[in-house]
Nanobody
Framework: VQLQASGGGLVQPGGSLRLSCAAS????????MGWYRQAPGKQRELVAD???????NYADSVKGRFTISRDNAKNTAYLQMNSLKPEDTAVYLC??????????????????WGQGTLVTVSS
């Protein structure tokens, strides 16, 4: 299973960006999809995640500004980021907890990570 993240870039404070994370490969189902971020010199932190049923969870620092959503038919998650602040600058990574059926009819459960997309908030 591979994840492709996109949508990062340079934006001024107060601006908006929309990130996308598309999963592909041998996928039977995806339970949780999430966005994490890692700023230079800091630990990776959860930004938001979403279940297949639409249940969401947000870091306190982004509540009210960021919205996570997903299209189950496309195995894609989105992160709409509004009112961006310089402290939101980081590499944003997506992940997915998936279930696959192997060629020998065995269930495989795993977590895949995307390559990350850089978000820079600066004037």
């Amino acid at each position: 299973v591979q994840l492709q993240a996109s949508g990062g870039g340079l934006v001024q404070p107060g601006g908006s960006l929309r990130l996308s994370c598309a999963a592909s490969g041998n996928i039977f189902s995806i339970n949780v999809m999430g966005w994490y971020r890692q700023a230079p010199g800091k630990q990776r932190e959860l930004v938001a995640d979403i279940t297949s049923g639409g249940g969401t969870n947000y870091a306190d620092s982004v509540k009210g500004r960021f919205t996570i959503s997903r299209d189950n038919a496309k195995n894609t998650a989105y992160l709409q980021m509004n009112s961006l602040k310089p402290e939101d600058t980081a590499v944003y990574l997506c992940n997915a907890d998936y279930k696959s059926l192997s060629s020998t009819s065995e269930w495989i459960v795993g977590r895949a990570w995307g390559q990350g997309t850089l978000v820079t908030v600066s004037s």
